[in-house]
Antibody
Framework: EMQLVESGGGLVQPGRSLRLSCAVS????????MHWVRQVPGKGLEWVAS????????AYADSVKGRFTISRDNAKNSLYLQMNTLRGEDTALYHC?????????????????WGQGTTVTVS | QSVLTQPPSASGTPGQRVSISCSGS????????VNWYQQLPGTAPKLLIY???QRPSGVPGRFSGSKSGTSASLAISGLQSNDEADYYC????????????FGTGTKVTVL
């Protein structure tokens, strides 16, 4: 069974940093692109960042560009999100998600496996 | 603020067909394929449609996607009580540095 388990969330003061992790199992991690998506409770989904299978391509939402860094360690089957200079508006449930392809964008793409998320509260 | 616009709500009785629209622009829906996600209460989203009209393995045929120009639609036929959920369209956007955008979301209620 494909599984994604996020960790690293918590309560943090504005301006501080936090690193989220996503442990992957049940599929060949380095075959697929990966994403971070966040959701404020009761609100819609917001894409945060994406990374290709070999870390050769990354992309960020304008709202986090320059503050967040997505990375992956294929040897450890893990995805990360380094979040710096956190703001109140970064408060959300953060999900990691697997793409159906090795990268993102392209002719076909989509997030077909999701973790349950880890909560980040900036206050 | 999302660039993909969906109606906030839709509803139908069991067995009916419900359709949800997703309005975008030439830089997203008009030039890239559309995804649809279902989010049941308290759960993570689930991919329903990719490539405008393709269903991942395990997604019932009651769910179908279509696209015309800068608008896309998700249709749910044979509506069931367990279809009550939030539905989001999404697409890659080619503007600026490229980004993935979700729609505003539609709450489907089964009456």
């Amino acid at each position: 069974e494909m599984q994604l388990v996020e960790s690293g969330g918590g309560l943090v003061q504005p301006g501080r940093s936090l690193r989220l992790s996503c442990a992957v199992s049940g599929f060949t991690f380095d075959d697929y692109g990966m994403h971070w998506v966040r959701q404020v409770p009761g609100k819609g989904l917001e894409w945060v960042a994406s990374i290709s299978w070999n870390s050769g391509s990354v992309a960020y939402a304008d709202s986090v560009k320059g503050r967040f860094t997505i990375s992956r360690d294929n040897a450890k089957n893990s995805l990360y999100l380094q979040m710096n200079t956190l703001r109140g508006e970064d408060t959300a449930l953060y999900h990691c998600a697997k793409d159906i392809t090795a990268t993102f964008g392209g002719a076909e793409y989509g997030m077909d496996v999701w973790g349950q998320g880890t909560t980040v509260t900036v206050s | 603020q999302s660039v993909l616009t969906q109606p906030p709500s839709a509803s139908g009785t069991p067995g009916q067909r419900v359709s949800i629209s997703c309005s975008g622009s030439s830089s997203n829906v008009g030039s890239n394929s559309v995804n649809w996600y279902q989010q049941l209460p308290g759960t993570a989203p689930k991919l329903l449609i990719y490539g405008d009209d393709q269903r991942p393995s395990g997604v019932p045929g009651r769910f179908s996607g279509s696209k015309s120009g800068t608008s896309a639609s998700l249709a749910i036929s044979g509506l069931q009580s367990n279809d009550e959920a939030d539905y989001y369209c999404a697409a890659w956007d080619d503007s600026l540095n490229g980004l993935y955008v979700f729609g505003t979301g539609t709450k489907v209620t089964v009456l």
